[in-house]
């Protein structure tokens, strides 16, 4: 015990801080604040919690800078936490995590009472733990929840055909698995608790705290179960008017404010927040055993801690291996879509290779840069956050250098934070997009057109339900032309790039790409490009090196790979098998790329 009555092996978070930790056998984020009255976001499952992730960081930093310190969590079989989604053994398991998160945050030093706020089926085992005595909170608030389980497993199972329909990827479920989203499967058991859930009658239990609910429009379940809260005291029902702006995708994500300003707003009037004067003690480090003979450390790092990784150590390392590094896929979470990076990097441990798997700035649990890009992708500043990432490998005890990897927009930062960073000794560039940024693009025309090929686009413009969107506005169909224009044109300017010798803009970025390439080269930097078969991202492959890829001969480090039955986000389980198999042999100290598609 120190003087201050800190044991060794804890640390005193700052007020404001964010703090990752592992709770009840998961991961877990704290946003520190020295109040009274703490609270427990319980998230959504699934899809939803990949898509709400960053909001829900938002949110937690509203609560703690309003004087609530706020506690997010993953869910069993979800985000980075240990077991696979089909050992989930039904709903008891959520129930016992949101206990002990629950029973954590009441423990923590000045914390008096707590408060529940819940999003989906995370609101719905929010309101269950009070209803039968399990919790008592001082107020509940409930954004979006499941009221009735036959209709909500009737909506995933929708929403999964669809997912499947735009990503090339059907749903294939793992054994054990009911189905599976994206990627993300729900187990047996989990469905067959969830079947039966239907929580219209607690709306009526007298000994309720004051709550509010956020329902979504059209949904008169939910819109009942609200009303028949509102009229309580303290209570109150709204629309909750973001959730489908929240639920676009994880990258077109948007945070829906207003309704997280009604939120807290609301609570402040209800469980008004009182200073504690007291810092939060966590224990230190937080360490979680996983699959594959590892274990897994959540850290905060980069500049003022805002940003949060998880380091994979295996418990017998490779002799000489290189770590790897994973960059978040667009705006998906760290975890990965399909949990792609937590799995993938729990093989390569199996394999004596350690990783860190980060969240960018302003990405999944990790704040923006002060001053920085209102959007991140494709923007140079995230390039300081690699260096971070490589910083921490470094504290690891890894100062050889890392093998780099990512997907679409982490693709393109690997391979240019690989010209910038010499720690950077391998890159692994999944599905990349694009070689360099043109300013002259917009990166919000790109995130939402930017996969699909103008052809297909072309097809789709003949189609009645195209237009049928279009002329409900529901897809901008002047912004689509436009793009489709703007494609067309750039892309005569690219065939005519090689001969411009740089009188163009196109020509002079063409030049800065095969400069960087060189550079790579120069200092032995083995370079593997990895494409599902037929994504748009081989469409840049002949822009830059030929129509026969004749000019690709001059990057000898440099290797074309093409899987096979891979969609854009590596949602089969076979592509996430090669890709393992690729990074465990760019891991491999003295290993170049060998494996050239023609």
Sequence with gaps: MTSSGITSGEKVGKDGALMPLTVAGTFAVLHSAQGAVGVVIAGAWGYEDLCARRSMRHLGDQLAASGYPTLRFDWPGTGDAPEPAAEVDGLANFEATLDAVCAWLRQMPGVEQIVLIGFGLGATLALKSVAEDRQDVAALALLAPVVKGRPYLRELQARAAMIGEITGAAPDCAPGEMLSIGGLGLSERLAADIRVLDVTALAGQSDLPPALVLYRSGKSAEEAFGEALRVRPGGEA???????????????????????????????????????????????????????????????????????????????????????????????????????????????????????????????????????????????????????????????????????????????????????????????????????????????????????????????????????????????????????????????????????????????????????????????????????????????????????????????????????????NLTQRGARAELVDLLASAAAEGEVPRQVAE
């Design 238 to 568: 709204h629309v909750f008017a973001g959730y489908d702006d929240l639920m676009s995708d994880p990258t077109a994500s948007i945070c829906p404010h207003p309704d997280f300003d009604r939120l807290v707003g609301w609570l402040v009037r209800t469980v008004p927040p009182r200073t504690s004067g007291v810092a939060p003690v966590l224990p230190c480090p937080p360490v979680l055993q996983v699959a594959g003979g590892a274990s897994e450390t959540p850290l905060a790092f980069g500049t003022q801690g805002g940003l949060i990784g998880i380091w994979c150590a295996p418990h017998s390392p490779a002799s000489g291996a290189l770590p790897v590094v994973f960059l978040n896929a667009g705006a998906t979470p760290r975890a990965g879509w399909a949990r792609g990076a937590a799995e993938v990097a729990r093989a390569l441990a199996a394999r004596g290779i350690p990783s860190l798997r980060i969240d960018l700035s302003d990405i999944g649990d990790s704040r923006p840069q002060a001053g920085g890009p209102p959007i991140v992708h494709y923007h140079p500043a995230q390039i300081a956050d690699l260096r971070a990432a490589l910083d921490l490998v470094e504290r690891q005890g890894y100062g050889a250098g890392a093998v780099v990897t990512g997907s679409c927009g982490g693709a393109y930062l690997a391979l240019n934070g690989a010209v910038e960073e010499p720690r950077v000794r391998k890159v692994v560039a999944v599905n990349l997009q694009r070689f360099l940024w043109d300013p002259r693009d917009d990166v919000n025309e790109a995130l939402r057109f930017g996969h699909t090929s103008v052809g297909g686009y072309g097809r789709k413009m003949l189609s009645v339900e195209k237009w049928k969107r279009v002329l409900c506005g529901k897809t901008n169909g002047l912004a689509l032309l436009r793009s489709l224009l703007r494609r067309g044109f750039r892309r005569t300017e690219r065939d005519l790039a090689p001969w411009l010798l740089g009188l163009a803009p196109f020509s002079r970025l063409y030049a800065k790409v095969h400069s960087n390439l060189a550079a790579l080269r120069d200092r032995g930097v083995g370079v593997w490009l990895v494409f599902g078969d037929g994504n748009s991202g081989l469409a840049q492959l002949p822009v830059f090196f030929g129509k026969d890829l004749r000019r690709r001969v001059a990057y000898p480090n440099l290797a074309i790979i093409e899987l096979s039955d891979a969609d854009h």
